[in-house]
């Protein structure tokens, strides 16, 4: 998407396009078209079909100046964003049916008066915004650092034709996010007031990370795509299971995964109450790096992907025999010489003094001269 910041013209490109919008003629159009950079470069940015105009200057020398531009051109803006602008926004009529507009840092900003359609919508960082009633369509939704934000109730008269949300760092937040529940995909991060969220329980993709105030996950349990990471206050998961992929990493007060054998791809680094593997033999995708009190992995036969990175305790790797992508970065030395029961092994991730070792070992570790070896380089601490 081509973008074209309006304060980075030069300073006579400027003057004379703003002379243009506030004082729109003819002459002044042509005067700003004949300057030869301006004809090459600057008409093509304006007024291609996606082009994307920051009109933090524009609006304070001409609120009206998208209606005026777009009585000369074929196609219409597809996308504004206007961020730190000097003009104070109190109605948003003019960005109607715009296809994708950002509003970053403005002061003034409290409520989205006039604007009932539009694409897609991000508001970011308008420590004063706290109202989304106008909005009757919209598709794509990201509010970013919403200080005066405490519900998106007023999302109910748009909630059929949301797509996907994206909710991020509201610390205010509490209420309303039962109008997300049509939603495709659901994303929370950092909003720590929000305490429940079972009444997402019909979106097809959950995404909630840092909410230290949910304990309650009972009705998410049928979730294709559930990611519930560093939310330290739940226990009890024994109602999920049903999921293609599941992610519950840096949940540490979990320790009874005995309902997670039917998951797909599981992700349960970073839990490290969790002792016990067994249930989760069936699993096709596991990651269970950074677990220090899991020992025993002997169960998990017929795990394809396993990644047990950080685990220092586990001792043996033999008779994972369907294991074909294993991660033993930072584990005992030890392991390595394991590695050669592994028949369908065909990718090893392992740290750089594992790698070390592995190369220089004459006992072949290299059973399977397809073995495909990769060394992790963000793991730093000794291995036993």
């Not at 991020?168 to 939603?183: A, I, P, R």
């Not at 797909?264 to 970073?270: A, C, E, I, Q, V």
């Not at 392991?335 to 594992?354: C, E, G, M, P, R």
Request: glycine letters at 2%.
């Amino acid at each position: 998407m081509t973008e074209l910041n309006i304060t980075q013209l030069p300073v006579d490109i400027y003057l004379l396009l703003r002379d243009f919008i506030v004082n729109p003629s003819y002459k002044s159009w042509r005067s700003f078209l004949s300057i030869n950079r301006s004809m090459q470069y600057h008409r093509k940015m304006l007024f291609y079909y996606n082009c994307n105009v920051n009109t933090s200057k524009l609006f304070y020398h001409a609120p009206f100046f998208r209606q005026k531009l777009l009585e000369r051109v074929h196609n219409p803006l597809q996308q504004i964003s206007l961020q730190y602008p000097l003009h104070p926004l109190t109605e948003l009529s003019f960005a109607n049916h715009i296809h994708s507009l950002t509003i970053v840092n403005n002061e003034a900003l409290t409520n989205l008066q006039g604007l009932t359609h539009v694409h897609s919508l991000k508001i970011d960082s308008c420590k004063l915004f706290k109202d989304l009633s106008s909005l009757t369509v919209i598709y794509h939704l990201k509010l970013v650092g919403l200080p005066n934000l405490t519900s998106i109730a007023s999302l109910e008269h748009c909630q059929h034709s949301l797509h996907t949300v994206s909710l991020v760092n509201l610390q205010q937040l509490q209420h309303g996010l039962e109008t997300l529940n049509y939603c495709t995909k659901v994303t929370i991060l950092n909003c720590r007031k929000i305490e429940d969220i079972n009444c997402l329980s019909d979106v097809k993709e959950l995404v909630v990370v840092g909410c230290s105030g949910i304990r309650d996950v009972s009705a998410l349990g049928n979730i294709p795509y559930l990611t519930i990471n560093d939310c330290g206050q739940i226990h009890d998961i024994s109602s999920l299971g049903n999921h293609i992929r599941l992610s519950l990493s840096s949940c540490h007060q979990i320790s009874d995964v005995s309902s997670l054998g039917r998951v797909h791809t599981l992700d349960l680094s970073y839990c490290d109450s969790v002792t016990d593997v067994s249930p989760l033999c069936n699993v096709h995708d596991l990651n269970l790096s950074y677990n220090s009190n899991i020992i025993d992995i002997s169960c998990l036969i017929h795990v394809k992907k396993l990644n047990i990175s950080f685990c220092i305790e586990i001792e043996s790797i033999e008779g994972l025999e369907q294991v074909t992508e294993l991660n033993i970065s930072t584990c005992r030395y030890s392991l390595l010489h394991q590695v050669s029961s592994l028949k369908n092994l065909q990718k090893l991730t392992v740290s750089n003094d594992l790698y070390d070792i592995f190369i220089d070992d004459d006992e072949s570790l290299y059973v399977n001269q397809n073995l495909l070896i990769t060394v992790d380089s963000s793991s730093s601490i000794d291995a036993y």
